[in-house]
């Protein structure tokens, strides 16, 4: 259940399947659940500016039914996505969810 989706200004990224598998992986660590449920998405030439500059910029949205620690998360995904991209840990937000399991819906029905 837990959801990751890097949305950037980037026009592409190198080796976009690997930074999402990392993505993954690094989700499933930082909530302790399994990486099978975990989905990881990937957004590039987003329309985006970040303080009225179009310089490189992100926004990353984090979902998950509970399990978010957001100060421990920020950290962990800024230093992933800016080594991976090149995009300055200063331009990157990150917005966290933490979903009821009722309003979180997979294989036909809902995890509460």
Do not use: H
Not at 1 to 26: A, E, F, K
Not at 36 to 62: D, H, K, N, Q, R
Request: aromatic fraction near 8%; charged fraction near 15%.
């Amino acid at each position: 259940m837990p959801l990751i989706n890097l949305r950037t200004s980037l026009t592409s990224v190198d080796d976009g399947d690997g930074l999402l598998q990392q993505l993954s992986s690094l989700l499933a660590e930082q909530t302790g659940k399994p990486e099978a449920y975990v989905i990881a998405l990937l957004e590039t030439g987003v329309c985006m500016t970040f303080a009225g500059s179009p310089e490189p910029c992100a926004y990353v949205e984090v979902k998950s039914i509970g399990a978010l620690s957001p100060p421990a998360m920020t950290a962990a995904f800024c230093d992933l996505i800016s080594a991976r991209t090149g995009i300055a840990a200063n331009r990157i937000y990150i917005g966290f969810e933490d979903v009821p399991a009722s309003c979180w819906g997979w294989n036909g029905s809902t995890f509460g």
